[in-house]
């Protein structure tokens, strides 16, 4: 599905749409975004700090937006105390989403219960079912399947092959990338008496509130009794496993590969980083920053950044890998001393058996 050209626009009509100062003439006319390196004579590119000077120096764009105080070089520029963020505003009038074309694929089977707004696209291939409902202006992609009884909100998008299981509730202007699955059953199972795994019933549902988007093959599984709930705002990226009864709050980061076992609760705004583990029934507090590939086994306090396997604070974990980098010194001296006083083990040298450099 094409997006529709986008006209380009005066440079002061875009200051205006930010309500940022203006530098040089406002009557540059921009036609699109694009990054510093690249940038043509009729795209607006973005500076964050002094560090981009040279790199702003030799930019072929037509204008900038960057930090009050930084040489412009006589360049056209918007000034802005958040670069990054009013570049990311204009990119989305230059990249609105494409439109939903109202309607039912002829090749997509929809239960005669099942309510679709007549603004609401079903693409091809597609299956809705039993009193599942889809929201006026929400597009699904080919190849989604709505389980019995899924609720989907207004103005969402589902791409491809996305699948949500019975029960799912999805709210307003939510995006799901390919792949994503909703619902699935949780990983829970018990031994019997024999030794053997018996599965636990997955009796709960999903509930993703709005303006949520999760990325690519990612997955939310159902609650085991209650909800897994992601909250209003929240941002998963590709490859995210969320377990049965998870709750995030409210602008929630979770970053790709990570994993959170059953039951974790993740508070308002805090940010969980690629390939980091996060054991059940643990709190991860408000603004808490969980750094890449950590392993999580015990509650994180709001505010608290943790790296590190098993986790350790911030600072703690710096003090240890900064040990680590000088342990092929401290051993060598060791074994020196050990030397000294006739203590080295017959036939070890003078580098030991531990194979440091």
């Known amino acids: 599905m094409e997006r529709p050209a986008i006209p380009s626009v005066r440079l002061a009509e875009l200051a205006a749409f930010l309500g940022r100062p203006l530098e040089g003439d406002g009557e540059v006319e921009i036609a699109g975004v694009a990054p510093l390196e690249s940038a043509g004579p009729r795209e607006l590119a973005f500076v964050r700090s002094e560090a981009f000077a040279e790199a ?5 764009a037509g204008a900038v937006i960057l930090p009050p105080g930084l040489d412009r070089g006589g360049r056209s520029a918007i000034l802005s105390p958040h670069p990054g963020l009013d570049f990311a505003r204009v990119a989305q009038r230059f990249a609105p989403p494409p439109p939903a074309r109202p309607g039912i694929h002829p090749s997509a089977v929809v239960d005669p219960t099942a309510r679709i707004d007549p603004g609401a696209s079903v693409g091809a291939l597609c299956h809705v079912g039993a009193r599942a409902s ?3 202006r929400s597009l ?3 190849g989604v399947v709505l389980y019995d009884e899924v609720a989907v909100g207004e103005d969402c998008v589902l791409h491809a092959r996305c699948v949500l299981r019975e029960g799912t509730r999805v709210g307003d202007r939510v995006v799901l990338h390919p792949g994503v699955v909703l619902g699935a059953d949780g990983f829970a199972y018990v031994g019997n008496e024999r030794a053997e795994l018996e599965k636990v019933p997955q009796l709960g549902c999903v509930v993703i509130e709005d303006d949520v988007e999760i990325g690519a093959n990612s997955a ?4 085991s009794l209650g909800e897994t709930r992601i909250g209003r705002g929240s941002k ?5 496993q969320v377990g049965h009864n998870c709750r995030l709050a ?3 980061i979770v970053i790709s590969q990570a994993g959170l076992a059953g039951s974790t609760r993740v508070e308002r705004g805090a940010i969980v980083m690629a390939q980091a583990g996060v054991a059940g029934h643990l709190t991860i507090g408000a603004g808490a920053y969980v750094g890449p590939k950590t392993g999580v086994h015990k509650d994180v306090a709001p505010g608290e950044r943790v790296y590190g396997s098993p986790q350790r604070e911030q600072k703690a974990h710096h003090r240890v890998m ?9 051993l060598r001296r060791v074994r020196a001393i050990e030397r000294h006083l006739g203590l080295s083990p017959a ?3 003078p580098e030991g058996a531990a194979g440091e450099g």
């Open 220 to 223: 939310v599984d159902r609650g």
């Open 140 to 142: 699904l992609f080919a």
């Open 347 to 349: 036939g070890e040298g």
């Open 250 to 252: 409210e602008n929630v």
């Open 236 to 240: 998963i990226d590709n490859l995210v």
């Open 322 to 330: 900064g040990a680590l980098t000088r342990l092929p010194q401290l």
């Open 134 to 136: 889809v929201g006026a």
């Open 56 to 60: 702003l120096r030799r930019t072929r």
